[in-house]
């Protein structure tokens, strides 16, 4: 930062405490205007809980935050909104029965005699969509009829929409593919050109070091360290923020031969989503499902539990013909679906976490039609302790950092102790000592002979976790990529169209 000129943000003393939590304590750190600047840490650090302080979510027990040199007072969205500061969450926050026009709009509709003006309401939408390169969303759809990386882009562009100065962006590639985020990077570099300063919360170590000018870190809520980027290399920044070496959290995931078939697909198909899908799943196996946004990864695992009334096709499980038109005819199969969103699909959030995690295995816990409240907390104690569930069994879900909440989900399905298991996005919006753990209990659960599909937006993992690879594009599969020929610019290739794998049957991949 320049001499004299006053830092676009600084954080003095900022202390905040929830109920049996201190979020942060005695923090503080400047950031230079005109810059990104990133917050790392471990989930329950207090990053989303410092945005959420500069956005007028929450308000600090003490410590003050200034704005280009002069204290503010911001205790409310409408006050940080008045102050240009703007955010970007990692929870996607709307109004999910209004249209993305209306939600782009609220708080300064158009108006012409009286009533709103329809057509200036869908100009303005599509002039902010455009902005974020989003034009492929219709302005005039129910917000929640969106999938999670449109409606991620529509919060992205709602925020840059009201010409903040200070941007605060939570986690905001946790819900977009590999072409969304291009992007969103694209957007972040001319937002800095404009002189637009970012706070930029994200455990994506690659976007951090390709956006980011300086780096904090905080740990269990205290500031730990605060650098240029350019001075701080990804070993030491991921020991600042987990506490101890890196060769402790990360190795290496052996990869057996695959054993018995658990499960077959052959000819899945769903109008409009996809077709012509053939794979099978074999125990010890992880078999990685590939492909951008909307090219029907996720709509295929939904299909498989039973989730899409209008999928056609066979399933066997453990070679044995299975209808499967509901999640509980799946789970009688032993299978199992972390969805790829959690609050809505994988969470009872008004529940206690023991009650989440307990859920699929009450008939097992049950005695005479009572639950076993001794064997559920024993249970329940089990897989926090393995995942290092960051919450007491009484906690309320809701409560949770995303990334405790994630493991819930996880542990809900390690305690179900299925035969096949779908991970939807495990590791989204968790942290990078989260992330290692996921990655290890995913190899271990392959060695212990279940059958995982992964699906995820983040190739390095796919690459390093999968036995081979599945691409699918437009509905369909276009690759089958052992692990030996699996690199990012394959896939990417592939995903894209830009190659096209030969197979020596085209038919059996579902490609016509």
Same mark, same amino acid.
């Given at each position: 930062m320049s001499v004299g000129?006053?830092?676009?943000?600084?954080?003095?003393?900022?202390?905040?405490?929830?109920?049996?939590?201190?979020?942060?304590?005695?923090?503080?750190?400047?950031?230079?205007?005109?810059?990104?600047?990133?917050?790392?840490?471990?989930?329950?650090?207090?990053?989303?809980?410092?945005?959420?302080?500069?956005?007028g979510l929450h308000r600090p027990d003490a410590g003050e935050i200034q704005l280009d040199g002069r204290t503010v007072r911001l205790e409310t969205p409408r006050d940080a909104l008045a102050h240009g500061v703007a955010m970007v969450h990692q929870e996607l926050a709307f109004c999910e029965?209004?249209?993305?026009?209306?939600?782009?709009?609220?708080?300064?509709?158009?108006?012409?005699?009286?009533?709103?003006?329809?057509a200036a309401l869908r100009r303005e939408a599509e002039r902010l969509l455009a902005?974020?390169?989003?034009?492929?969303?219709?302005?005039?759809?129910?917000?929640?009829?969106?999938?999670?990386?449109?409606?991620?882009?529509?919060?992205?562009?709602?925020?840059?929409?009201?010409?903040?100065?200070?941007i605060v962006f939570d986690e905001p590639t946790s819900s977009l593919g590999e072409t969304e985020a291009m992007h969103l990077f694209a957007l972040i570099e001319r937002l800095k050109a404009r002189g637009v300063t970012m706070l930029y919360v994200s455990h994506r170590m690659p976007e951090i070091y390709r956006l980011c000018d300086a780096i904090t870190v905080l740990r269990d809520g205290r500031h730990v360290e605060t650098r240029p980027a350019a001075a701080l290399d990804e070993g030491t920044l991921v020991q600042l923020m987990i506490g101890r070496p890196v060769e402790q959290y990360f190795g290496g995931h052996a990869r057996g031969e695959p054993g018995e078939e658990r499960l077959r697909v052959r000819g899945l198909r769903s109008p409009g989503r996809f077709a012509g899908i053939d794979f099978e799943l074999r125990a010890g196996e992880v078999l990685g499902?590939?492909?951008?946004?909307?090219?029907?990864?996720?709509?295929?695992?939904?299909?498989?539990?039973?989730?899409?009334?209008?999928?056609?096709?066979?399933?066997?499980?453990?070679?044995?013909?299975?209808?499967?038109?509901? =999640?509980?005819?799946?789970?009688?199969?032993?299978?199992? $679906? %972390?969805?790829?969103?959690?609050?809505?699909? &994988?969470? @009872?959030?008004?529940?206690?976490?023991?009650?989440?995690?307990?859920?699929?295995?009450l008939s097992r816990l049950a005695?005479?039609?009572?639950?076993?409240?001794?064997?559920?907390?024993?249970?329940?104690?089990?897989?926090?302790?393995?995942l290092k569930v960051r919450a007491t069994p009484e906690t309320t879900t809701v409560a949770?950092?995303?990334?405790?909440?994630?493991?819930?989900?996880?542990?809900?399905?390690?305690?179900?102790?299925?035969?096949?298991l779908m991970l939807d996005e495990p590791t989204r919006g968790v942290d990078v000592g989260a992330k290692a753990e996921i990655h290890a209990w995913v190899g271990t659960l392959a060695a212990e002979g279940a059958?995982?599909?992964?699906?995820?937006?983040?190739? =390095?993992?796919?690459?390093?976790?999968?036995?081979?690879? $599945? %691409?699918?594009?437009?509905?369909?599969?276009? &690759?089958? @990529?052992?692990?030996?020929e699996a690199t990012q610019d394959r896939l990417l290739r592939l995903m894209t169209g830009l190659e096209t794998q030969p197979a020596a049957d085209p038919a059996e991949l579902g490609v016509h």
């Open positions: 000129v006053a830092p676009a943000i600084r954080f003095r003393g900022i202390t905040k405490r929830f109920p049996g939590v201190v979020a942060l304590e005695d923090v503080g750190f400047d950031v230079a205007p005109g810059t990104c600047h990133a917050v790392c840490g471990e989930n329950g650090a207090g990053k989303s809980t410092l945005g959420k302080l500069l956005a029965n209004l249209t993305v026009a209306e939600n782009l709009c609220l708080g300064k509709l158009p108006r012409r005699w009286g009533f709103v003006d329809r902005a974020v390169g989003a034009t492929h969303v219709d302005v005039a759809r129910q917000v929640a009829s969106l999938g999670p990386a449109d409606q991620q882009l529509v919060q992205i562009a709602a925020a840059v929409g009201e010409g903040a100065r200070v499902l590939a492909g951008l946004v909307g090219a029907g990864r996720s709509e295929i695992a939904q299909a498989i539990f039973g989730l899409d009334p209008h999928a056609e096709g066979e399933l066997h499980v453990r070679g044995r013909r299975a209808e499967i038109r509901s =999640p509980a005819q799946a789970m009688a199969h032993r299978i199992g $679906l %972390v969805p790829e969103d959690r609050k809505k699909q &994988g969470l @009872v959030l008004s529940m206690v976490t023991r009650e989440n995690t307990t859920l699929p295995i005695r005479l039609g009572w639950i076993d409240r001794a064997a559920e907390r024993a249970t329940v104690r089990t897989y926090f302790e393995r949770l950092s995303g990334g405790n909440q994630q493991k819930i989900v996880l542990a809900k399905w390690l305690a179900a102790r299925c035969d096949v059958a995982v599909l992964l699906i995820s937006s983040e190739l =390095p993992e796919l690459i390093n976790l999968s036995t081979r690879i $599945l %691409v699918v594009r437009a509905g369909r599969i276009v &690759g089958d @990529v052992s692990p030996s």
